[in-house]
């Protein structure tokens, strides 16, 4: 739907009724949201990818399409509202799979036009550091929020829920990708990241050693970490110095793998984990700002839950993370950012396009 139409933008009266509906990947949401309160919030999970291993975006796209209608009218009978009673209508716009984003996209407009209420866009990472704002206690502006999921990694900071900036990020993999294709390296199913926490509970850290990239900055890297993983594991974990030779059969490998599977796990997570901690100190201690948060999939992994309040402990941090609905792909996040787009009255019109990638 292309169209230079617009819907009414009525004045900001009332408590601000946000019907959010988010489609970025494999997961189809739908939330309410009145007065900055979150009402509902329903997710239908997509469990055909897990035979391939992977997300396949035109299998995602033809869920979503099943699972839409669904999803919004369970959201709002939760709520107990009507959809006339709804003043506005939040769709994740960017970044994400091209194809699910069309889905949500396209339903939201609809609903726009027949129901003559304003349209907001969402940027979903944006949304991944506003979920701090969903329940209470919040942070105070500014704050810094580490956002890590599958594709993402960044450190931004917040000076209101309308001005951020992303401060650090990552120059190759992001974390949740580390996770998951480190879980694959070990033959563990998609999606591989939780497995790797789950596991990770029983094993010793300080195991094996990982080597920790020297990148300046706040920027981060994951895929130096990815290749010395996979070469230790084609080592048998016979070497501390991961070379590139195949030292192990396949049935060495397996063996070795299933005979420390928990210190693999826990050694892994423990890299990642300090990468990502190490960089949000500096970013700490660069701009002064003592109010951090988490968001985004990966921060419902319990050793980062863990080292990061253990950190904020330390160096004096006053830390926020979201309940762990919220922290994975959710509408919830999508209808508080919503909700202040609808407050300073930063509405979209019907021309408004969907992005695979798309600046903040």
Not at 219 to 245: D, M, V
Not at 263 to 290: M, Y
Request: aromatic share 8%; proline share 5%.
């Amino acid at each position: 739907m292309q169209s230079n139409q617009t819907v009414a933008k009525p004045p900001l009266v009332g408590l601000g009724v946000v019907l959010a509906i988010e489609s970025s990947c494999d997961e189809t949401a739908a939330s309410v949201c009145r007065d900055g309160k979150i009402l509902s919030n329903f997710i239908a999970n997509q469990t055909v990818h897990e035979q391939y291993g992977g997300v396949v975006p035109e299998l995602a796209s033809r869920a979503h399409m099943q699972n839409i209608v669904p999803v919004a009218e369970a959201a709002l009978q939760n709520a107990k509202c009507k959809m006339q009673n709804i003043d506005a209508i939040a769709f994740t716009q960017s970044p994400g799979l091209i194809g699910s984003l069309l889905v949500g996209s396209q339903f939201a407009k609809s609903l726009s036009l027949a129901l003559n209420k304003p349209l907001i866009a969402v940027h979903h990472m944006q949304a991944h550091v506003l979920a701090n704002l969903i329940a209470d206690p919040k942070p105070g502006f500014p704050f810094l929020c580490l956002t890590v999921s599958g594709g993402h990694t960044q450190i931004v900071v917040c000076e209101s829920p309308y001005k951020m900036k992303v401060i650090g990020e990552t120059i190759d993999d992001a974390a949740g990708e580390a996770f998951d294709k480190s879980a694959k390296l070990l033959g563990l199913p998609y999606p591989g990241g939780p497995l790797i926490d789950k596991y990770a509970a029983q094993g010793d850290p300080g195991r094996f050693k990982f080597p920790e990239p020297q990148v300046p900055g706040l920027n981060f890297s994951f895929s130096g970490l990815k290749t010395s993983i996979l070469y230790f594991l084609q080592n048998a974990g016979a070497s501390t110095i991961y070379k590139e030779e195949f030292l192990a059969t396949q049935e060495e490998k397996k063996t070795f793998i299933e005979n420390n599977l928990a210190d693999i796990c826990a050694s892994i997570q423990q890299r990642i984990v300090t990468i990502l901690l190490n960089k949000l100190k500096k970013a700490s201690l660069e701009t002064g700002i003592t109010d951090i948060c988490i968001a985004g999939g990966v921060s419902a992994n319990s050793g980062l839950r863990k080292g990061f309040e253990e950190t904020g402990s330390k160096y004096g941090w006053r830390t926020f993370i979201p309940a762990f609905e919220y922290c994975t792909d959710n509408a919830a996040m999508i209808a508080i950012t919503g909700y202040y787009k609808y407050l300073a009255g930063d509405f979209a019109d019907l021309s408004v396009s969907s992005s695979a990638r798309a600046e903040w």
